[in-house]
């Protein structure tokens, strides 16, 4: 479950896009498009995160 949030993270956050199509991406969505996909971004990484942190507490418990 952690790597799967983690991967939704990346991709609305951008992360494997290259600089060319980060302009891009930028200069052609809205301001409100942007705070939502960030804000599903943030949400995601922090599951993510949350995720892993149980997942090393009950391993190594």
Known sequence: MGIIC???????IGAW????????NFHSET?????SRTKIAVFSGLIG???FGVAG?????
Do not use: K, V
Not at 17 to 24: F, L, S, V, Y
Not at 57 to 61: A, N, Q, V
């Open 31 to 35: 301001i409100d498009h942007r705070n």
């Open 6 to 12: 983690m991967i939704i993270s990346g991709i609305f």
């Open 57 to 61: 507490f009950i391993y190594f418990l």
């Open 49 to 51: 995160l949350l995720s």
């Open 17 to 24: 896009t290259n600089g060319q199509q980060q302009r891009a």
